[in-house]
Protein backbone atom coordinates (compact mmCIF):
# COMPACT_ATOMS: atom_id res chain seq x y z
CA UNK A 1 0.00 0.00 0.00
CA UNK A 2 0.95 3.64 -0.56
CA UNK A 3 0.87 6.54 1.79
CA UNK A 4 0.54 9.79 -0.97
CA UNK A 5 2.27 12.74 0.27
CA UNK A 6 -0.40 15.46 -0.83
CA UNK A 7 0.36 19.37 -1.57
CA UNK A 8 -2.24 21.45 -0.86
CA UNK A 9 -2.94 25.18 -2.02
CA UNK A 10 -1.23 28.21 -0.66
CA UNK A 11 -4.41 30.48 -2.04
CA UNK A 12 -7.34 30.31 -4.88
CA UNK A 13 -8.98 27.69 -6.26
CA UNK A 14 -7.97 24.23 -5.13
CA UNK A 15 -8.44 22.54 -8.44
CA UNK A 16 -6.25 25.49 -9.98
CA UNK A 17 -3.06 23.73 -7.60
CA UNK A 18 -2.08 20.50 -8.59
CA UNK A 19 -1.70 19.01 -11.87
CA UNK A 20 -4.59 16.93 -13.36
CA UNK A 21 -2.91 13.37 -12.53
CA UNK A 22 -2.16 14.53 -9.21
CA UNK A 23 -5.77 15.16 -8.64
CA UNK A 24 -6.85 11.86 -9.96
CA UNK A 25 -4.94 10.33 -7.54
CA UNK A 26 -6.15 12.21 -4.72
CA UNK A 27 -9.64 11.21 -5.79
CA UNK A 28 -9.12 7.65 -5.81
CA UNK A 29 -8.63 8.27 -2.02
CA UNK A 30 -10.80 7.75 0.95
CA UNK A 31 -8.82 7.60 4.37
CA UNK A 32 -6.77 10.95 4.88
CA UNK A 33 -3.75 12.19 7.71
CA UNK A 34 -4.60 15.89 7.65
CA UNK A 35 -3.03 18.77 9.79
CA UNK A 36 -6.19 20.56 10.25
CA UNK A 37 -9.82 19.07 9.47
CA UNK A 38 -11.49 22.35 8.60
CA UNK A 39 -8.74 23.73 5.88
CA UNK A 40 -8.65 19.60 4.67
CA UNK A 41 -12.11 19.22 4.42
CA UNK A 42 -13.05 23.00 2.03
CA UNK A 43 -9.44 21.40 -0.15
CA UNK A 44 -11.04 17.77 -0.87
CA UNK A 45 -14.53 19.78 -1.64
CA UNK A 46 -13.01 21.85 -3.45
CA UNK A 47 -11.92 18.88 -5.58
CA UNK A 48 -15.26 17.43 -6.04
CA UNK A 49 -14.68 14.99 -2.98
CA UNK A 50 -17.44 13.41 -1.24
CA UNK A 51 -16.51 15.18 1.96
CA UNK A 52 -18.89 13.05 4.42
CA UNK A 53 -17.62 10.32 3.32
CA UNK A 54 -14.48 10.54 3.76
CA UNK A 55 -12.18 9.26 7.04
CA UNK A 56 -10.02 12.19 8.17
CA UNK A 57 -7.86 11.84 10.91
CA UNK A 58 -5.82 14.57 12.25
CA UNK A 59 -1.97 14.59 12.95
CA UNK A 60 -1.42 14.87 16.79
CA UNK A 61 1.63 12.76 17.25
CA UNK A 62 0.68 8.91 17.30
CA UNK A 63 2.06 8.37 13.77
CA UNK A 64 1.00 4.52 14.33
CA UNK A 65 -2.61 4.89 14.61
CA UNK A 66 -2.28 6.85 11.40
CA UNK A 67 -1.22 3.54 9.74
CA UNK A 68 -3.90 1.89 10.10
CA UNK A 69 -5.90 2.03 6.41
CA UNK A 70 -2.23 1.13 5.07
CA UNK A 71 -2.11 -1.80 7.26
CA UNK A 72 -6.01 -2.86 6.39
CA UNK A 73 -4.93 -2.44 2.98
CA UNK A 74 -6.02 0.96 1.80
CA UNK A 75 -3.90 3.68 0.48
CA UNK A 76 -3.54 7.02 2.41
CA UNK A 77 -3.23 10.30 1.85
CA UNK A 78 -1.32 13.07 4.01
CA UNK A 79 -2.49 16.68 4.05
CA UNK A 80 -0.67 20.08 4.98
CA UNK A 81 -2.85 22.79 5.29
CA UNK A 82 -0.60 24.85 2.80
CA UNK A 83 2.20 23.52 0.68
CA UNK A 84 3.88 20.49 0.74
CA UNK A 85 3.26 18.40 3.46
CA UNK A 86 6.25 17.57 6.11
CA UNK A 87 8.04 20.09 4.57
CA UNK A 88 8.03 23.22 7.72
CA UNK A 89 4.49 21.53 8.56
CA UNK A 90 3.92 18.40 10.25
CA UNK A 91 3.46 14.97 8.71
CA UNK A 92 7.78 13.89 8.62
CA UNK A 93 6.69 11.46 11.50
CA UNK A 94 4.25 9.73 9.58
CA UNK A 95 6.10 9.83 6.80
CA UNK A 96 9.16 7.81 9.01
CA UNK A 97 6.88 5.33 10.36
CA UNK A 98 5.27 4.43 6.93
CA UNK A 99 8.95 3.24 5.46
CA UNK A 100 9.82 1.88 9.01
CA UNK A 101 6.66 -0.52 8.53
CA UNK A 102 7.77 -1.07 5.00
CA UNK A 103 5.15 1.19 3.04
CA UNK A 104 5.73 2.98 -0.32
CA UNK A 105 5.29 6.73 -0.36
CA UNK A 106 5.04 8.54 -3.19
CA UNK A 107 5.36 12.17 -3.55
CA UNK A 108 2.55 13.94 -5.26
CA UNK A 109 3.67 17.76 -7.34
CA UNK A 110 2.35 21.04 -6.33
CA UNK A 111 3.10 24.48 -4.83
CA UNK A 112 5.82 24.85 -2.30
CA UNK A 113 5.97 28.33 -0.78
CA UNK A 114 10.02 27.82 -0.03
CA UNK A 115 10.85 26.58 -3.58
CA UNK A 116 8.99 29.15 -5.42
CA UNK A 117 10.16 31.74 -3.64
CA UNK A 118 13.81 30.96 -4.18
CA UNK A 119 13.03 29.94 -8.22
CA UNK A 120 11.48 34.28 -8.08
CA UNK A 121 14.56 35.57 -5.62
CA UNK A 122 17.53 35.50 -8.25
CA UNK A 123 19.45 33.93 -5.49
CA UNK A 124 22.20 31.83 -5.30
CA UNK A 125 20.21 28.65 -6.13
CA UNK A 126 22.94 25.27 -5.91
CA UNK A 127 23.20 26.04 -2.20
CA UNK A 128 20.89 26.93 -0.27
CA UNK A 129 19.02 26.07 3.36
CA UNK A 130 15.60 26.08 4.32
CA UNK A 131 16.05 27.37 8.36
CA UNK A 132 12.46 27.43 9.36
CA UNK A 133 11.39 30.03 11.96
CA UNK A 134 13.73 32.10 13.54
CA UNK A 135 13.77 32.54 17.23
CA UNK A 136 10.88 34.91 18.77
CA UNK A 137 13.58 36.57 20.96
CA UNK A 138 14.59 39.73 19.48
CA UNK A 139 17.75 39.15 21.10
CA UNK A 140 18.13 35.94 19.82
CA UNK A 141 16.58 36.65 16.48
CA UNK A 142 19.18 39.57 15.83
CA UNK A 143 22.34 36.97 16.44
CA UNK A 144 20.19 33.88 14.35
CA UNK A 145 20.33 36.24 11.63
CA UNK A 146 24.19 37.47 12.22
CA UNK A 147 24.57 33.83 12.06
CA UNK A 148 22.89 32.87 8.95
CA UNK A 149 24.80 35.94 7.03
CA UNK A 150 27.89 35.19 7.74
CA UNK A 151 27.22 31.33 7.09
CA UNK A 152 25.64 32.84 3.75
CA UNK A 153 28.89 34.77 3.36
CA UNK A 154 31.22 31.82 3.71
CA UNK A 155 29.35 29.14 1.83
CA UNK A 156 27.86 31.35 -0.55
CA UNK A 157 24.57 29.81 0.68
CA UNK A 158 21.02 31.28 0.02
CA UNK A 159 18.91 31.20 3.21
CA UNK A 160 15.60 30.84 3.51
CA UNK A 161 13.41 31.30 6.80
CA UNK A 162 9.43 32.05 6.99
CA UNK A 163 7.76 34.23 9.77
CA UNK A 164 3.81 34.27 10.89
CA UNK A 165 2.31 37.35 9.14
CA UNK A 166 1.83 39.17 12.27
CA UNK A 167 5.87 39.28 13.11
CA UNK A 168 7.03 40.09 9.32
CA UNK A 169 7.57 43.71 10.48
CA UNK A 170 9.58 42.93 13.50
CA UNK A 171 11.49 40.69 11.45
CA UNK A 172 12.13 43.09 8.61
CA UNK A 173 13.17 45.31 11.04
CA UNK A 174 15.30 42.72 13.20
CA UNK A 175 16.93 42.09 9.10
CA UNK A 176 17.74 45.97 8.47
CA UNK A 177 19.26 46.06 11.41
CA UNK A 178 21.24 43.12 11.71
CA UNK A 179 22.64 42.35 7.92
CA UNK A 180 25.60 44.05 5.45
CA UNK A 181 23.95 47.03 3.73
CA UNK A 182 24.63 45.15 0.42
CA UNK A 183 23.29 41.84 1.76
CA UNK A 184 20.45 40.86 -0.76
CA UNK A 185 16.76 40.32 0.89
CA UNK A 186 14.14 38.62 -1.08
CA UNK A 187 10.58 38.66 0.64
CA UNK A 188 8.21 36.59 -1.58
CA UNK A 189 4.90 37.33 -0.29
CA UNK A 190 1.05 36.21 -1.27
CA UNK A 191 2.69 33.72 -3.32
CA UNK A 192 -0.08 32.19 -6.01
CA UNK A 193 -2.51 34.85 -4.98
CA UNK A 194 -3.65 37.88 -7.19
CA UNK A 195 -1.88 39.67 -4.69
CA UNK A 196 1.49 38.17 -4.82
CA UNK A 197 4.71 40.22 -4.83
CA UNK A 198 7.93 39.17 -5.06
CA UNK A 199 10.55 41.81 -4.33
CA UNK A 200 14.92 41.17 -4.23
CA UNK A 201 16.68 44.07 -3.20
CA UNK A 202 19.90 44.85 -1.19
CA UNK A 203 19.41 45.93 2.63
CA UNK A 204 19.92 49.27 2.15
CA UNK A 205 16.86 49.45 -0.23
CA UNK A 206 14.51 48.05 1.57
CA UNK A 207 14.28 51.00 4.28
CA UNK A 208 10.55 51.75 4.59
CA UNK A 209 9.00 48.92 2.85
CA UNK A 210 5.82 47.41 4.62
CA UNK A 211 5.31 44.00 4.21
CA UNK A 212 2.06 44.03 5.98
CA UNK A 213 0.60 40.69 7.28
CA UNK A 214 0.39 38.38 4.43
CA UNK A 215 2.08 34.68 4.19
CA UNK A 216 5.81 35.59 3.45
CA UNK A 217 9.05 33.79 2.76
CA UNK A 218 12.41 35.37 3.32
CA UNK A 219 15.63 34.65 1.11
CA UNK A 220 18.60 36.08 1.92
CA UNK A 221 22.35 36.08 0.27
CA UNK A 222 24.89 37.79 2.26
CA UNK A 223 27.20 40.28 -0.28
CA UNK A 224 30.72 38.76 -0.96
CA UNK A 225 32.57 41.53 -0.03
Not at 79 to 94: K, M, N, R, V
Not at 125 to 140: N, S, V
Not at 178 to 200: G, K, M, Q, Y
Request: net charge positive.
Amino acid sequence: MILYAIPTPLGGPPAEALPASALQTIRTLKDFAVENAKSARAFLGGIGMPVRELNLQVLNGDSTRLLVPLREGRPLGLLSEAGCPAIADPGAALVEAAHLEGFRVVPLVGPSSILLALMASGLEGQRFAFCGYLPRDAAERKRKIRELEDRSRRERETEIFIETPYRNEAMLAALLESCSPATRLCVAADLTLPSESIVTRPIARWRRTPIGRRPAVFVLLADAR
